[in-house]
């Protein structure tokens, strides 16, 4: 018998993610292919994932401190939310009810609001006023089961600004449970200042900020928006090899509302993922599929701004790994509940509850170059999970926009017991 600190037992289904590892007949290939465990258990020692079986071989095999009796639930990975703006100061409700009733999100931009708005309130904000504002939305979110989330810049696009919410992201890393993943998007949209200058500030951004924040350490990936309004294919090319010869990772938010080839652009610079994609060409998504370049989907955004859904069948198909996010930000997407994102992925965007559950874990850490950590539930990875009151990994999905989380492991200790609504 091997000591350790802490056993998870008794799980109805514990789902591992690891399809090596599903002990289910093949009636359920969909449970196979995310590694499902019928009364299944996980030995845990330290922070990390030690052993996972069936729950007789892991009682069998190992005595711990302290044990959880995980009857009744499913256990799943911690979540991962691949795409989210959480930090940022003010709220865009006025300019939600002017949508309702017709505007573009495109010409309130154009005219100066949207993304705009955010950025003067953010840029007013100090740094513990954004850290203050910015802990209910991350706490919302622990409620709903995510236990990594990333996190972009975006809101400040001047050097101190962006500095000053990547900053924002270092401590809330600290104060919170949520592992945060920080990515700098100085180049969100040329900001009002530059707006007949714009090749200035692209040069800031390349010549400033991306070497000020990689040497800092302030962010491990960057992105750009690239489409009507923001910015052009070449400006992100030049951004985006910039920040790669810097050592962080290329994104692109692409397709939102117009083709520009921006998939296309980030598998040439081998970047990790391209998000929204809502129009998107067939030349892309094969690139995509070649270059390994996650498609990080956005329900959220469709749904708020009322565009049609991107097209997950199409992605999976092609053999492009789909992942979901919230897109948690103040015009497009205002929302923390994963679960939910998830439960549109299926309903609206053509994938079946396997890929939607992959979409949120495995594949969302994939997108964020989290996967050698986080996302699955295998050996050697962080004992990051969940306790869900559902029968069955589908009732997640279909039973939909509610909480049903009964517990959260982070680092192999309960961080969180909570009444599932
Ligand atoms: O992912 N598309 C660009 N950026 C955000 C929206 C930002 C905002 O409206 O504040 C998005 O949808
Ligand atoms: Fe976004």
């Given at each position: 018998m091997t000591e350790i600190d802490l056993i998870v037992h008794g799980a109805s289904q514990l789902l591992t993610m690891d399809p090596r590892l599903a002990a289910v007949g093949d009636d359920d290939p969909e449970a196979a292919r995310i590694g499902v465990i019928p009364d299944g258990a996980l030995a845990i020692h330290g922070t990390d994932i030690l052993d996972v079986g069936s729950s007789e071989k892991i009682l069998d095999s190992y005595r711990a401190q302290k044990t959880i009796d995980a009857r009744g639930c499913v256990v799943s990975p911690g979540l991962v939310d691949p795409h989210t703006h959480t930090v940022f100061a003010g709220s865009r409700h006025l300019e939600f009810g002017m949508r309702m009733r017709g505007e573009s999100y495109l010409d309130i931009l154009a005219a100066g609001g949207g993304i705009h708005s955010t950025v003067s309130s953010t840029r007013d904000a100090s740094l513990d006023d954004l850290v203050s504002l910015a802990l209910p939305r991350l706490a919302r979110a622990l409620r709903f089961g995510v236990t990594t989330m990333e996190i972009k810049s975006?809101?400040?696009?001047a050097l101190d600004a962006e500095i000053k919410i990547l900053t924002a992201v270092r401590r809330l890393d600290g104060e919170q449970p949520i592992r945060l993943v920080p990515t700098f998007l100085g180049a969100h949209v040329v900001p009002r200042e530059f707006v007949d200058r714009r090749d200035e500030y692209v040069d800031l951004v390349i010549r400033e900020m991306i070497p000020q924040i990689a040497g800092e350490k302030l962010a491990v990936a960057c992105d750009v928006f690239l489409d009507e309004g923001a910015f052009t294919a070449d400006e992100a090319r030049a951004i985006l090899a910039a920040a790669s010869n810097h050592g962080m990772a290329p994104k692109i938010h692409a397709g939102q509302f117009t083709d520009q080839g921006g998939p296309g652009l980030l598998a040439e610079l081998g970047g990790l993922s391209a998000d929204h994609l809502e129009v998107v060409s067939d030349e892309d998504v094969e690139a995509m599929a070649r270059g390994g370049i996650v498609a990080n989907l956005l329900p959220g955004a469709a749904f708020s701004l009322r565009d049609s859904f991107p097209d997950g069948r199409r992605f999976a198909d092609a053999g492009v790994p789909v992942a979901l996010a919230t897109d948690n930000n103040p015009g497009s997407s205002r929302s923390e509940n994963l679960p939910l994102m998830a439960s549109m992925g299926v309903t609206r965007m053509g994938l079946d509850c396997a890929e939607a559950w992959q979409g949120i874990t495995s594949n969302a850490a994939s997108a964020i170059g989290m996967s050698d950590r986080v996302g699955s539930l295998v050996p050697g990875k962080k004992a990051d999970l969940l306790l869900l009151s559902i029968p069955d990994f589908r009732a997640f999905l279909y039973h939909f926009g509610v909480n049903h989380t009964m517990a959260v492991v982070m680092d192999g200790k309960v961080i969180m017991k909570g009444t599932p609504v």
């Open positions: 975006g809101y400040g696009l």
